[in-house]
């Protein structure tokens, strides 16, 4: 007696696997049993990591501001401060954008918030 390979349906699903797989190295896109557990994982990482990046570039973007507002003579808590302060809505993205593109502006800023530059 044949031995059953359950047919299309499970050949879709393992095939659905390993075209998740493609790029991963040795077996890992070869081989469906290893391939399944290297997809599952970097799925995982995948949404975890989707989070932690928003994490990364906000604290990216605070040590940038921090280091122009450095240079303008005004530490970053002061200068957060001093735009909450004055309705200056700026978000930290574009504060920091603002700081490596156009640092008159980013001096304006500084000088508006009510701080000495």
């Given at each position: 007696?044949?031995?059953?390979?359950?047919?299309?349906?499970?050949?879709?699903r393992?095939?659905?696997?390993?075209?998740?797989?493609?790029?991963?190295?040795?077996?890992?896109?070869?081989?469906?049993?290893?391939?399944?557990?290297?997809?599952?994982?970097?799925?995982?990482?995948?949404?975890?990591?989707?989070?932690?990046?928003?994490?990364?570039?906000?604290?990216?973007?605070?040590?940038?501001?921090s280091?122009?507002?450095?240079?303008?003579?005004?530490?970053?808590?002061?200068?957060?401060?001093?735009?909450?302060?004055?309705?200056?809505?700026?978000?930290?993205?574009?504060?920091?954008?603002?700081?490596?593109?156009?640092?008159?502006?980013?001096?304006?800023?500084?000088?508006?918030?009510?701080?000495?530059?």
């Amino acid at each position: 007696m044949p031995r059953v390979t359950r047919g299309f349906k499970a050949r879709r699903r393992r095939n659905k696997v390993l075209s998740l797989a493609k790029g991963f190295r040795g077996g890992k896109h070869r081989l469906f049993r290893t391939a399944a557990e290297a997809v599952d994982r970097a799925l995982c990482y995948a949404y975890r990591d989707r989070r932690v990046k928003k994490r990364e570039f906000r604290a990216l973007w605070i040590s940038r501001i921090s280091a122009a507002a450095k240079q303008n003579g005004v530490n970053y808590s002061r200068l957060i401060n001093g735009m909450g302060k004055n309705a200056i809505e700026l978000d930290r993205k574009v504060l920091s954008n603002l700081a490596i593109v156009d640092p008159n502006a980013f001096t304006a800023v500084v000088k508006a918030s009510g701080l000495a530059a």
